[in-house]
């Protein structure tokens, strides 16, 4: 007898095993109605929350496990937590970790209790926004400036929750990306992307930090799993994941061949940022959850007014970012501003949301960010947007942040949409400051023989051919080192097309001479 009920007592904590875990913080909250047995007025001084998945050993309701969450109170008390939780109680927020923490329990947590923590889920979409980050990054389509990317870091360390008391594991972390569109994405992952177009698209941190603040909102809201489900209720999911792989390897196949050691091959720019553009905007938004509602873009863009607001920065900074977005597709002769559908906004309605604009220029924000600068430059002088080229490296220029690629991209600029005597002096000027800066940029040389060109200077322009041919001279020497085989084609050809050029061009010139 004795043993049946040993027997029978480790079956009973067998089948009602639980797991449990406790987030420790410090929240106020006062009860705006009649929340379990508070009335209306009383005030909670909530220390924690424990999270527990318990086993239910019948399956009374149908589901196997089953997640509470339980607040912790200051005088000793466990109350539920739910789903009423954001209609009983208004929240104390004093900070940004208030912020957060409120917005977790009244807008995260109820779902979680309706769909569970959906772990399988969670862990596929993190690693599918993983390998398409990886693609990216190993393809060349990251952009290198430690000295930014530990800038934005700063950034994020004052908006960023400090711990996510649902419990995901994730953290916000960025990725700054060469792609000339104006624009930032919060992967499943917790990684924002932010694009070089963007960072040049904006003048001032204040600006930044809203935008920043609009991702981390969009991550701490759950907005990718909340979407994620939608769609699986919407189509097959292992549709979308295939969809999903063929794009994935697309971006793999395409980027890194264009990008080599430093020289900048003509067309190299559009052909690669074109190819993760394009991945973003089809299946990869959708499929890892980042094709928001209207709700939650308003939502993301609420949280940043009070991120900005709570950090001592313009509160006028998101509208400003926003219309700054409305002006370049107004240059872009875009009616898509105006457009909302059911599932976006349109960019005016969130501008009008958001308050009124304050232009404004920082130059400490401009000269951090002047690499960015001269990287969305390069990209719209590949576009032949030349005037636009103009405006970012002049700003740098200005600035007094230029390297040798503004002056370089600023005189190949003025090359195409001038032709005289003083623009071409000019360009001889830019090319010599260049020259200055970095003397073995072979794109320098190569510039420099058409501004001799432009001036009939045809015996200094056959100096500079035979100059430039022995820096063609130097990268064939290299070839043998190259061991990535669509890298070394890329140079390959490079150097083989330009050697013919040269040498056509020095007949060309000497008879020209004679």
């Not at 998945?53 to 109350?79: A, H, N």
């Not at 390297?403 to 090319?431: F, G, R």
Request: aromatic letters at 8%; proline letters at 2%; one cysteine or more.
């Amino acid at each position: 007898m004795k043993r049946l009920v040993v027997i029978f007592f480790t079956l009973t904590c067998v089948l009602n095993f639980s797991v449990a875990q406790t987030y420790n913080f410090s929240l106020k909250a006062t009860a705006v109605k009649k929340y379990l047995n508070y009335s209306k007025g009383v005030e909670l001084n909530i220390v924690g929350l424990e999270h527990k998945i318990e086993r239910d050993p019948f399956y009374s309701t149908g589901v196997l496990w089953q997640d509470k969450y339980t607040m912790l109170l200051q005088d000793g008390t466990m109350i539920p937590l739910t789903t009423r939780i954001d209609k009983a109680l208004q929240f104390d927020i004093q900070t940004i970790d208030d912020l957060w923490n409120a917005t977790i329990l009244q807008d995260v947590i109820p779902s979680l209790i309706q769909n569970g923590t959906q772990v399988s889920l969670r862990s596929d979409a993190e690693q599918e926004a993983i390998k398409y980050l990886s693609s990216l990054e190993n393809n060349g389509m990251k952009f290198n400036d430690p000295y930014l990317e530990n800038y934005l870091y700063t950034l994020i360390a004052k908006m960023a929750p400090t711990t996510l008391i649902d419990g995901r594991p994730g953290n916000i972390n960025l990725m700054i990306e060469n792609n000339p569109n104006a624009n930032a994405s919060t992967y499943p992952n917790g990684t924002i992307v932010i694009n070089t177009g963007l960072l040049s698209t904006l003048h001032t941190e204040d600006e930044l930090v809203a935008c920043l603040a609009h991702e981390v909102a969009h991550f701490v809201l759950d907005h990718h799993i909340i979407n994620i489900n939608t769609e699986i209720k919407r189509q097959n999911a292992a549709a979308a994941a295939a969809a999903f792989a063929t794009v994935v390897a697309a971006v793999a196949e395409g980027a890194a061949t264009y990008y080599s050691n430093g020289y900048y091959m003509p067309g190299a720019v559009t052909a690669a940022t074109a190819i993760g553009a394009t991945a973003i905007a089809n299946e990869i938004v959708t499929s890892l959850g980042m094709e928001y509602t209207q709700q939650q873009e308003f939502e993301a863009d609420r949280y940043a007014l009070q991120v900005v607001k709570f950090l001592g920065y313009d509160t006028t900074a998101l509208a400003s970012a926003l219309t700054r977005l409305e002006h370049i597709m107004i240059n872009e002769r875009s009616n898509s501003m105006y457009l909302s559908s059911e599932s976006h906004p349109a960019l005016v309605d969130r501008i009008n949301a958001a308050g009124k604009a304050n232009l404004k220029r920082d130059i400490n924000y401009e000269r951090m960010v002047s690499f960015a600068i001269t990287n969305s430059a390069y990209t719209k002088m590949d576009y032949r947007r030349f005037r636009e080229a103009l405006v970012g490296v002049s700003q740098n220029i200005e600035n007094n942040v230029a390297t040798a690629d503004d002056y370089l991209i600023k005189a190949n600029c003025l090359l195409a949409l001038k032709n005289d005597v003083s623009s071409n002096i000019e360009v001889l000027n830019l090319i010599n400051k260049a020259k200055e800066l970095q003397p073995n940029n072979i794109n320098i040389h190569k510039a420099e023989i058409l501004a001799e060109l432009r001036l009939n200077n045809l015996a200094s322009a056959c100096e500079k051919l035979n100059t430039y041919s022995s820096y063609l001279d130097i990268m064939d020497e290299e070839l043998p080192m190259i061991k990535n085989e669509e890298l070394w084609k890329v140079r390959y050809y490079f150097t083989m097309h330009e050697r013919e050029w040269v040498e056509k061009m020095l007949i060309k010139l000497k008879s020209m001479q004679s």
